[in-house]
């Protein structure tokens, strides 16, 4: 599979969010799409283009474990984020 078909346009990704919310019974305000986006860029940028799928999951994690709260996940990206704005390797 090249590189080219696996660029998602946003209506793709869109539509991917939308697949993950019903499949897993999600509402939309628990899949908040923008601010991992903008979560994995900081991580990207401040700390290793590889790290930012490791960021995500360990946000995903601790919003898991701190309650299903939509406020939750935002708090957990938020402290990801933070981290790796302020990170120094």
Do not use: C, I, Y
């Amino acid at each position: 599979m090249s590189d080219e078909s696996r660029t998602l346009p946003p209506e793709a990704l869109d539509d991917w969010a939308a697949a993950l919310r019903d499949h897993f019974g999600l509402g939309a305000q628990d899949v908040p799409v923008a601010a991992v986006l903008d979560l994995t860029k900081v991580v990207a940028n401040g700390v290793a283009r590889p790290a930012a799928p490791l960021g995500a999951f360990v946000a995903g994690l601790v919003a898991g474990r701190n309650g299903t709260d939509p406020d939750a996940v935002r708090e957990a990206l938020a402290a990801v984020a933070a981290l790796a704005e302020s990170w120094e390797a």
